[in-house]
Nanobody
Framework: QVQLVESGGGLVQAGGSLRLSCAAS????????MGWFRQAPGKEREFVAA????????YYGYSVKGRFTISRDNAKNTVDLQMNSLKPEDTAVYYC???????????????????WGQGTQVTVSS
């Protein structure tokens, strides 16, 4: 069992930055690929970024590539999402996710996620 708790959300102006963090509890965190998703009001959940268990490979959604960076620290059981050059369209609830592989997280149409966090709100004002 893995529990995920996100933090770091908030209100920021367009062009600004935020850093989200996801803290994991439970055993075997380092064996999971981790990812971030987001969901805006009235829209479907959207894949944002994923990272392999080792941190050696990452994958990003088209709308955030070049602006967001995912990283993890297996010693601290955390995975972070650094968000730069934020836009109003980045406004959403951001969710942390754990899965058996990076491909499972990025799977379409439905990601094959084993654990979800409760989400943290990010609001970008214009």
């Amino acid at each position: 069992q893995v529990q995920l708790v996100e933090s770091g959300g908030g209100l920021v102006q367009a062009g600004g930055s935020l850093r989200l963090s996801c803290a994991a509890s439970g055993r075997s965190f380092s064996s999971y690929a981790m990812g971030w998703f987001r969901q805006a009001p009235g829209k479907e959940r959207e894949f944002v970024a994923a990272i392999t268990w080792s941190g050696g490979n990452t994958y990003y959604g088209y709308s955030v590539k070049g602006r967001f960076t995912i990283s993890r620290d297996n010693a601290k059981n955390t995975v972070d999402l650094q968000m730069n050059s934020l836009k109003p369209e980045d406004t959403a609830v951001y969710y942390c996710a754990a899965a058996a592989s990076l491909m499972n997280i990025a799977s379409v149409p439905l990601p094959k996620v084993d654990y979800w966090g409760q989400g943290t709100q990010v609001t970008v004002s214009s």
